[in-house]
Each structure stands twice: as C-alpha cells, then as structure tokens.
C-alpha cells in the first residue's frame, strides 16, 4: 500500500471519529452571551496563548494590554500587532486561531479590511447553544472536561453532559495560587465550619469532597507555576503547629510553607483517590512570558515519578506532554502503573514534537495510558483550530507507523478510538 493510500485510511478515521477533550478552562456559556459588543472581542481569542509569541517576538505587554481594552477600536489593536504579525504567524499557537476563523467564519488571514467582518461575524455564531454547535459540529469533540478559571473551585455547569467539570485543587494545600487563591476564612466559609486548627481545615477540605466529589470528573493543580513538585509526606505533628502559623497570618519560613504545602497536597490527593478521581497536574512548560525558571522544569520528571511511588493507588495525570521532557514522560508513563499522559495544549506549543511524542509512545508505553487532546483555551472558538491541528498530528503520526512498518495497519485503526476518546472515557468513569 501506498503512504498516500496508508494516510488517507487513517484519515478518515481520525476525522470521524469524535475527541473527549481532557481539558479546557472555557466560562460557562451563559457568562459569554451576556457580554456584548465590545466587550466580546474575537481578537480576545489571540490572548492566551498567542499573545506569548508576541510579546517573545518584541511586542511590550504594555501594548498588548492595550489590546485587551473594549474601548480600543479593531483597527488600533491590529497596529498594536501587526508589525509582529510576520514573526509568529508560523507557530502553532498562530495556525490554531487561523484555523478556527478559517472554519468558522471562512476567513483566510487578518487584515485591515475583514476586521469587523470577523466580529460581525464571531457575535452572529454567538446564540445559546453556540457552546454545543462549535464543539461537536465544528470540532467533533464529544465533551469536554473544563477547569473553571471563574475564581471557584468547582463549577456547577449548565451543560453538565457536555462541560464535565474538575475540581480546581490548589486551595486545599497552596496559599499562592492566583486563581483561587482564597484565605482560608475565604474558602472554609461556604462549609459553615470554623477553622481553628488543621483537624478544621481537614474537614473543610473533605466538606468539599462529600460535595462535590461525585460530579467531578478529576481534580486539577496548576501549583508548578508557584513551585517544585516535590511533594514529600510531611506527617501531621510537623505541619499542624505551622498551620496554626498560617491562620494566624504569622510568617512561616519557605521550609516552613513548604511542609504545610506538601502535607495538605498529600491530604487531599489522598482523600481525591477514595473517590476515585484522577489527579490531573500541570507539568512543563508555562505559559506566559519572560517568567519560566527552565531549572526548575528539568527536575519535574524525577518529582513526578516520587510522586508515583508515594501514592500507588492514585491516578495521575501528567498533561501537557511535560514539553519539553516528554521523552521522560514516556519512560515514566511505560514504567509507573499510575502515570498517564495527556496531550493537552500540546499539539500547539510545539506541533512537530507533539506528533513525534505520540509516535514513540505508542510502540513503547501501554495505549490505554494515553489522553491525547485538550485545547486548553477560554474560548470555545479556539479549540475548533488546536482539534484541527491535533487530527493532522495523529494521521500523521499513524501514518508513519505503518509506512516505517512499526505497526500495520489493522493495528493503528484499531489505536484510533481508544487513544481519541475511549481511554479518557474509562479512565474518567471511575469505575476502575
Ligand atoms: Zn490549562
């Protein structure tokens, strides 16, 4: 068989064949149809995440920030921009959002001339419902598991078949996280329980759990934005008197933070796997700008197999490939039991890198250990673009394999559902 025959099997397949999307941050849909105008910008779209290669490219935050003003005219945001526009307009991040105004609004480029065009035209998709049309229709996503960035730790979403939602973790152990980063009257307040000591905030932290714990679908931590993921099992009698610091606002050394941190992390990653929810984690590369501290990235991989051992009975989620160590991420994957990859956000950072990784996965790691789209973005526009480049990555990577003569082609048709859906499906479920 020819690879152009090979491809186009495969193809075919891929694009029938629907994604659970393991991860997106999108608000729920009533929040977007209440702004209006110019509140509601397409050009929003560009702010996470190719809004880094600008500002990488030479654009001053100051001046991009100028983009993200309602009050800003279209045609001065695109000054803002457009002297960059050549520097990163090859770049995963730039492909995505052309992609989705290409399939939504049938738009070729960004120019003076269809600016208001694509706004007349991203406020008329905008109807109730937009959320379900986009997603299935545009990007053959079946549902998608959100991390609600709406400053609560869990959303009680209107469209719970389609948007399963995550438990935004961080709160229970880290006092640092910029999201929800609430004091802990703020957070124990909803629980009615008053904390005076760590047996309280235990408590507080399993009065979410007894809440919300059976329509989670996982639970999520961003904290290697604020930290190492070295997590060790502090024990009790060390962290109680320094959580007595902290609610007390006395000031805790960084071991002294670090311990509380690591005991609480522990606490309700343990208390997650009685209820059978995995644990999702940031790990890699940040986005952003001028702010990751590469060093630290270069000892996730050994923090993440501690972590492993530290909790065998714990699913973990390691998403984003772990870019740039997602080699290390496919020995910890073939090797620890409880270690799976996810893809998320991945086929954008770097697409070439991310089909290669699914390549060498999948003829060395167990397929049931891979989760292999997640747009990650706010708009639901977005993720339209990121699902398109992911089918090219996969068809491309399936292709290889049986044109180098790695697997036939049996073999990978039969990869395709388990690695687009069926593996996030069972591993979610819970019910093993
Ligand atoms: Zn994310």
């Known amino acids: 068989m020819t690879k152009e025959k090979i491809q186009k099997i495969i193809q075919e397949k891929v694009y029938l064949t629907p994604f659970i999307d393991t991860h997106e941050h999108l608000c729920e849909e009533s929040e977007r149809l209440e702004k209006s105008g110019n509140d509601d910008c397409w050009m929003d779209m560009l702010r996470p995440y190719l809004g880094d290669d ?7 935050m100051n001046d991009f920030e100028r983009t993200w003003l309602p009050e800003t005219p279209l ?4 000054n803002i921009i457009s002297p960059y526009w050549n520097f990163v307009k090859n770049t995963g991040y730039t492909k995505a959002i052309l992609i989705s105004l290409k399939k939504l609004y049938d738009v070729d480029n960004i120019s003076y001339d269809n600016l208001e065009l694509i706004q007349q035209k991203y406020l008329e998709l905008k109807k109730k419902g937009f959320y379900k049309t986009i997603l299935r229709n545009f990007a053959n996503v079946k549902s998608c598991q959100v991390n609600s960035l709406a400053g609560k730790l869990f959303c009680e979403t209107e469209y719970p078949d389609l948007l399963m939602q995550d438990i ?27 904390v005076n000591n760590i047996d309280d905030w235990y408590t507080v932290i399993d009065w979410y759990f007894e809440k ?22 502090v024990p009790k009698e060390k962290a109680a008197p320094i959580f007595l610091k902290r609610l ?3 000031k805790m050394s960084p071991d002294e933070k670090k311990q509380l941190e690591d005991h609480l992390f522990w606490y309700a990653v343990d208390k997650a796997t009685e209820y059978n929810l995995p644990i999702k984690l940031h790990t890699g590369y940040f986005a952003g700008a001028n702010g990751m501290p590469m060093d630290r990235l270069r000892n996730i991989p050994g923090e993440l197999t501690a972590m492993c051992i530290n909790a ?16 290390e991420l496919t020995a910890i994957v073939k090797h620890h039991t409880n270690a799976h990859a996810s893809m998320c956000w991945a086929w954008i950072i770097n697409p070439i890198a991310a089909k ?12 049931s250990k ?36 790695w697997l036939n082609i049996e073999e990978v048709i039969e990869l395709i559902e388990p690695i687009m859906y069926k593996n996030a499906e069972r591993l979610f479920s819970r019910t093993i």
């Open 54 to 60: 600008l500002i990488s490219a030479g654009l001053s």
């Open 312 to 327: 065998p009975k714990t699913k973990f989620v390691f998403m984003h490939m772990t870019y740039p160590y997602q080699n």
């Open 248 to 250: 007390n606002k006395e």
């Open 75 to 78: 045609s001065e945001k695109w």
């Open 168 to 194: 935004s973790f961080v709160p229970m152990f880290a006092d640092t996280d910029s999201v929800l980063g609430e004091s802990i009257e703020g957070f124990s307040e909803p629980t009615g329980i008053k």
């Open 212 to 233: 919300y714990g059976k329509d989670a679908v996982a639970v999520k931590s961003q904290n290697a934005y604020n930290r190492e993921m070295n997590y060790e099992r």
């Open 370 to 405: 891979i989760l292999t789209f997640g747009g990650d973005y706010g708009h639901v526009e977005a993720v339209v673009g990121h699902a398109e480049i992911a089918r090219r990555g996969i068809t491309q990577a399936l292709t290889e394999l049986v044109d180098e003569g």
């Open 356 to 367: 290669n990784f699914l390549k060498e996965f999948l003829v060395t790691a167990p397929a």
